[in-house]
T-cell receptor, first 112, second 118 residues
Framework: KQEVTQIPAALSVPEGENLVLNCSFT??????LQWFRQDPGKGLTSLLL?????REQTSGRLNASLDKSSGRSTLYIAASQPGDSATYLC???????????FGPGTRLSVLP | DTAVSQTPKYLVTQMGNDKSIKCEQN?????MYWYKQDSKKFLKIMFS???????INETVPNRFSPKSPDKAHLNLHINSLELGDSAVYFC?????????????????FGNGTRLTVT
């Protein structure tokens, strides 16, 4: 059964810092991994989608990497801003490849 | 235009009642989903529906049933509501169903429906 963990559970940093969020999954036979952002009281917004054939994806100040063999992905946020404050979740397909299994999220606070 | 829209945003009701949550997507996606986010913020799949195929999470009580009048809509009906059903319910959609070996498109989520059962 696919399980996803994320560390740290919460993170508070001053504005301008570069930071790394971690995601681990138990079944490495995935064909993609997604990173999402969730603002309080809102739905999830897809940030990056990495296909299994890729090692990383970049969008603006965000860079996500994928190491399937070790069951890990990292989300790197450069020059963090207060507007980056949100919960970040990663998701991978389940063992049947039909639904997505979500991690518990990392709650990020960027202090001005 | 909102890509995935859910109504209502808030729903407060008493135990034993039957209620529905509506979801519509205007992205032309083939697959729609219902997720439940509990008080600890864990997101868990309830259903995924791709035209003719419905995948049900075995842990979902049969009081919950999805209804899809067409490809753009997937409504969630809940019978005999219980206190433990209180949560935020999210609708989502994606272009394809996701099979091993196939590329999969991002999930697009609605803003959620906060259900409170009293």
């Amino acid at each position: 059964k696919q399980e996803v963990t994320q560390i740290p559970a919460a993170l508070s940093v001053p504005e301008g810092e570069n930071l790394v969020l971690n995601c681990s999954f138990t079944d490495s036979a995935i064909y993609n991994l997604q990173w999402f952002r969730q603002d309080p009281g809102k739905g999830l917004t897809s940030l990056l989608l990495i296909q299994s054939s890729q090692r990383e994806q970049t969008s603006g100040r965000l860079n996500a990497s994928l190491d399937k063999s070790s069951g890990r992905s990292t989300l790197y946020i450069a020059a963090s801003q207060p507007g980056d404050s949100a919960t970040y979740l990663c998701a991978v397909p389940d063992n049947y490849g039909q639904n997505f299994v979500f991690g518990p999220g990392t709650r990020l606070s960027v202090l001005p | 235009d909102t890509a995935v829209s859910q109504t209502p945003k808030y729903l407060v009701t008493q135990m034993g009642n039957d209620k529905s949550i509506k979801c519509e997507q205007n992205l032309g996606h083939d697959t729609m989903y219902w997720y439940k986010q509990d008080s600890k913020k864990f997101l868990k799949i309830m259903f995924s529906y791709n035209n003719k195929e419905l995948i049900i999470n075995e842990t979902v009580p049969n009081r919950f049933s999805p209804k899809s009048p067409d490809k753009a809509h997937l409504n969630l009906h809940i019978n005999s509501l219980e206190l433990g059903d209180s949560a935020v319910y999210f609708c989502a959609s994606s272009q394809d169903f996701g099979r091993r070996g196939r590329k999969s498109s991002p999930l697009h989520f609605g803003n959620g429906t906060r259900l409170t059962v009293t």
